[in-house]
Every structure is written in structure tokens, then in C-alpha cells.
């Protein structure tokens, strides 16, 4: 089945130690977003890419990076994780089409920060 | 810009009755789509359904129907025959509808369902 891959499921970093998370799609969608979900709150959309352009979120922290290298895999740097920085990472596809377009979202990635 | 409010941080419904979830939302966009989503506990989230602003249609999946009022900027989910897997927080989610690198989606807080046996 076609699908949003997210690894690892559960992430554990200590402070400020640097942590990628990874999203793959076998979509073969054009768009590929990264979400950040704090406990009891909506999604918050950090970034995303429309092929190779990157679109990053006006409030989205430095300490937020993201690589594509290709179509399928997306990947999540946190150059140096705080407390704050421990949430449920979120990764989406969608095609890109003008008008509706829907996102088919992975199953998360959950980041606790030591 | 858009917000999307959901008032019921938590509710409970008996199996096989009917629990209607409630968002409202404020734009000043003409152009634009509405979505539920359902996310289960500790599993991926999954589109319920949407609808587009231009339709004066009400959406309906299966057991999972909206209630879109326009001009109140509401847009309400009635389950029916609630089952025990329908226990999940919901967001209601907004989008503009130009399409491409603009399709982003802006949630809700969420409302946690609980289905009781």
C-alpha cells in the first residue's frame, strides 16, 4: 500500500545533542510538509517543500532545519533540541494540486528531549 | 489570517448514538476547503472528510456528515451510530484554495472523543 513512512517512531535525544528525523512516501507526491504537535495542541506546520523549493514558516526556529534529496525522503534537523522541543513530529505528502488538495499524513514521530 | 476554533476540548458519546462535533472558523477568503480529520490514539491521522466552500451542499461519508454554515463560518461534524473505533481526537482543519505551494492546512485544537460501550 502506498504510504507516509515516519522513522523512528519514538525518539529519545539529550539537550541540545543534535537529532534527524526521517519521513519517506511511496506517494510519489510533490509536497512533503513537517509538523510539530505539543501535547493537547493542533498541529503547527514548521516547513515544507514543493519539490525542491523550500517553503519555511515564518515562526518556524532556526534550530529547525530540513533536507529533500529526493522525492521520496524528507528529513527533520534539530540542530540543538531544548525541553520545548519535545513533541510528536508530524510528517505529510500531497500532490501539489491546485484547489483541494489532500495531505496523507505519516503516524509521527515522538521526540522526548532528556 | 485564519483561525480555527473548536470549543469542546473533550466529549463522550454511547455506542451507536449520535455526537456532533462542533468548529468554527473566521476568514476572509471566498475561495476555500474545510476538513475533519481523525487521529486515533498513537496512529497516523486520516481525513474524515471535506468540504468545499462553494458548495451549499452539506458533505456526507458513510456515517460522518457536516453541518456547513457559510455565512456563521461554521462547520460542525454529526457522527452517527457511533462505534467504539470512532474514539479519537478530531481537528477541524482550514485551507485557502489556491492550490499548490499555498495549500497549507491550519488546525484546530482538536476535540477527544471518547465512545463508551
Known amino acids: 500500500d502506498a504510504m507516509v513512512i515516519q522513522n523512528p517512531r519514538y525518539q529519545v535525544t539529550q539537550f541540545g545533542k543534535p537529532v534527524t528525523l526521517s519521513c519517506s512516501q511511496t506517494l510519489n507526491h510533490n509536497v512533503m510538509y513537517w509538523y510539530q504537535q505539543k501535547s493537547s495542541q493542533a498541529p503547527k506546520l514548521l516547513f515544507h517543500?514543493?519539490?525542491?523549493?523550500?517553503?519555511n514558516e515564518a515562526d518556524t526556529p532556526d534550530n529547525f532545519q530540513s533536507r529533500r534529496p529526493n522525492t521520496s525522503f524528507c528529513f527533520l534537523d534539530i540542530r540543538s533540541p531544548g525541553l520545548g522541543d519535545a513533541a510528536m513530529y508530524l510528517c505529510?505528502?500531497?500532490?501539489?494540486?491546485?484547489?483541494?488538495?489532500?495531505?496523507?499524513f505519516g503516524p509521527g514521530t515522538r521526540l522526548t528531549v532528556l | 489570517a485564519q483561525t480555527v476554533t473548536q470549543s469542546q476540548p473533550e466529549m463522550s458519546v454511547q455506542e451507536a448514538e449520535t455526537v456532533t462535533l462542533s468548529c468554527t472558523y473566521d476568514?476572509?477568503?471566498?475561495?476555500?476547503?474545510l476538513f475533519w480529520y481523525k487521529q486515533p490514539p498513537s496512529r497516523q491521522m486520516i481525513l474524515v472528510i471535506r468540504?468545499?466552500?462553494?458548495?451549499?451542499q452539506n458533505a456526507t461519508e458513510n456515517r460522518f456528515s457536516v453541518n456547513f454554515q457559510k455565512a456563521a463560518k461554521s462547520f460542525s461534524l454529526k457522527i452517527s451510530d457511533s462505534q467504539l473505533g470512532d474514539t479519537a481526537m478530531y481537528f477541524c482543519a482550514f485551507m485557502k484554495g489556491y492550490g499548490g505551494a499555498t495549500n497549507k492546512l491550519i488546525f484546530g485544537t482538536g476535540t477527544l472523543l471518547a465512545v463508551q460501550p
Open positions: 505529510a505528502t500531497s500532490k501539489g494540486l491546485a484547489g483541494v488538495d489532500e495531505q496523507f
Open positions: 517543500y514543493y519539490d525542491k523549493d523550500f517553503n
Open positions: 476568514t476572509s477568503e471566498s475561495n476555500y476547503y
Open positions: 468540504q468545499e466552500a462553494y458548495k451549499q
